[in-house]
């Protein structure tokens, strides 16, 4: 049971609120709004064409492709394309963080997981840059279950904490049924067993609408 909330927050994969709707889209999804006419991997893929090498918006351009990747479960290609970035040191600051962000779920994918720690702690050294650079909080919570599956679980509550208390007043019912999940999880793993039943019963707000029931099985494979 506690190995299968774990996995929703792995596989959801929503990136950016828009302001006030139910709806989610990830970068790279939104960015591709701009071109609805055009396959959006050809679209990301023109962008980078035709910026300059190394310019802002070539790296913006370059973190909607690792996104698109990551989106669709590619994890082959997603470390390919990242891997030549996860140990460069010359890189704006926030997108090294999705660098080693990527880089460390690839890893976890193909069970490296004493490589994909290492990647998933420089992530979260910089808590302010994880939050510049993904501006949905599940990236949040998908990172703290990363801290979580690597032993970490410090690290993992304080992340969630920190989530709940930017993010607490969001009225989206999938980021309020994974951030409960995910703290249930680590209040058991405590013992805390008082807590983890009361982080269970607030998951559920909202769970039992069809439309969000739907997207939460649809975000599992299920």
């Known amino acids: 049971m506690i190995k299968n909330h774990l996995t929703i927050a792995i596989f959801i994969c929503i990136f950016s609120t828009l302001t006030n709707a139910s709806e989610h889209f990830s970068d790279h999804e939104q960015f591709c709004l701009q071109q609805p006419e055009k396959d959006c991997l050809v679209y990301i893929n023109e962008r980078i064409e035709q910026s300059e090498l190394h310019s802002t918006r070539w790296y913006k351009a370059k973190s909607y492709l690792f996104d698109y990747y990551y989106d669709k479960n590619d994890y082959e290609t997603l470390k390919i394309i990242v891997e030549p970035f996860a140990e460069r040191d010359d890189l704006p600051e926030v997108f090294k963080v999705q660098a080693y ?7 976890h994918f193909y069970h490296d997981d004493e490589r ?19 501006a949905d909080p599940m990236r949040m919570l998908e990172l703290a279950n990363l801290q979580y599956v690597f032993g970490n679980k410090e690290s993992a509550f304080q992340m969630l904490l920190k989530t709940e208390r930017k993010f607490g ?8 049924f994974e951030l409960q999940s995910n703290k249930a999880n680590i209040y058991h793993a405590y ?3 008082e807590n983890a039943r009361e982080s ?3 998951r559920l707000i909202g769970y039992y609408q069809p439309s969000i029931k739907a997207k939460l099985l649809w975000h599992r494979g299920i």
């Open 116 to 134: 994909a720690k290492i990647y998933a702690n420089k992530a979260f050294t910089d808590i302010k840059l994880m939050y510049d650079a993904f």
């Open 200 to 202: 269970r019963k607030k």
């Open 169 to 176: 007043k969001s009225k989206d019912p999938i980021f309020n």
């Open 191 to 193: 013992g805390d067993l």
């Open 101 to 107: 962000f990527y880089y460390a779920k690839a890893l």
